[in-house]
Every structure is written in structure tokens, then in C-alpha cells.
């Protein structure tokens, strides 16, 4: 469902906008390869009309999927926005587009999301790459070797197993 606010709904009382939009509707354009958008964006908000405005607070939140930038590892990511707010104007020159009495909401959520994206995503604040992965020994697998073996070799020890 998008997310579209009736002004003549909007006129007589303030409308509660909650609910999901997915995360392909928000049009993101991705900054990298690190993020993964596999979740739908969570909004809880309220929108006001106030002299010739409409006031769209509440909380955003975008849950994902990130490769870290240093390690490489996949890790989960919510991205959070509390205090979302937004003034839209409906009136003056950056009044915002108006189509069959409603307002579409996405464009002025995708702003303030793509400024808090993760640039460059780490799994752990002091995450030391792979140089801490290739001496952490027996716990987990050196990426890079995995990277260079070939699919064959897989699965000549998947069959080595059998
Ligand atoms: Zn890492």
C-alpha cells in the first residue's frame, strides 16, 4: 500500500498512518553493494494539517541486511528514525504535488532515509577485518580461501562425505 494522506480526511482530524512499505516502493537507490533492502520499512506516523501544512511526525524503522565493509560478513541492521518529522507545505512554491485530493508521503520518507543509510557498514564498531578473521584459527573459515576455492572442490568433499 502507499502511503497517501487524504487532505479531506487530513481536514477533519489528524490520520494515523501505520503500517508497512516495501522497501522497493521507497525506490532506494542503493548506495553500494554492502546494504541489502530485504525488509519492508515499518512507519508509525501521524499526520497534521497545520496552516496549510501537513505535519508528518513519528518513527521509521528499516530493517536490513549488511555486508561489512572490513570483514565482509553479513550482519543485521535496523535502521531507526524516532523523531522523524516532516513539513510538507501545500501552498507557495515548494508546495508538494496534490493528485485527486491526496499527498503521497514516500518521496519525503526516501530523503531522510537515504542521508541515514550506513556508508560504510561494519559489523562491529572496532571490527578488524580479515586479518582478525585469518588469526581467529578454528573459529570460522578464512573468507578469502573461500572465495578462491572453486565450486568443484566443494562439491568433491560434499561427495567425499556421502
Ligand atoms: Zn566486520
Known amino acids: 500500500m502507499p502511503l497517501v ?3 479531506r480526511q487530513l481536514e477533519s ?11 522497493a516502493d521507497l525506490a532506494l537507490e542503493r548506495p553500494d553493494e554492502t546494504l541489502h533492502l530485504t525488509h519492508p520499512l515499518e512507519h508509525e506516523l501521524t499526520a497534521t494539517l497545520i ?7 513519528g518513527t521509521l524503522r528499516l530493517p536490513m ?14 535502521l531507526e528514525l524516532s523523531e522523524f ?18 499527498v503521497d508521503l514516500t518521496p519525503f ?23 582478525q578473521l585469518a ?7 578464512n573468507p578469502q580461501t573461500n572465495a578462491g576455492a572453486s565450486p568443484w572442490a566443494v562439491l568433491n568433499e560434499l561427495k567425499l562425505k556421502e
Not at 496552516?51 to 511526525?57: F, K, R, S
Not at 549488511?66 to 560478513?73: A, E, F, H, P, T
Not at 556508508?119 to 564498531?125: A, D, I, S, T, V
Not at 588469526?135 to 573459515?141: L, M, N, Q, R, V
Open 5 to 7: 494522506v487524504n487532505l
Open 13 to 23: 482530524e489528524p490520520q494515523d498512518l501505520s503500517g508497512e512499505l516495501p522497501a
Open 51 to 57: 496552516d496549510d501544512a501537513i505535519l508528518l511526525q
Open 65 to 78: 541486511e549488511c555486508d561489512c565493509v572490513r570483514c565482509l560478513k553479513r550482519f543485521s541492521f535496523s
Open 85 to 102: 518529522a516532516a513539513h510538507l507545505p501545500l501552498v507557495g512554491e515548494d508546495a508538494v504535488p496534490v493528485v485527486d485530493e491526496s
Open 109 to 131: 520518507l526516501r530523503e531522510d532515509i537515504l542521508l541515514t543509510l550506513p556508508q560504510h557498514p561494519l559489523c562491529k564498531p572496532d571490527c578488524r577485518g580479515l586479518s
Open 135 to 141: 588469526a581467529g584459527g578454528a573459529s570460522g573459515t
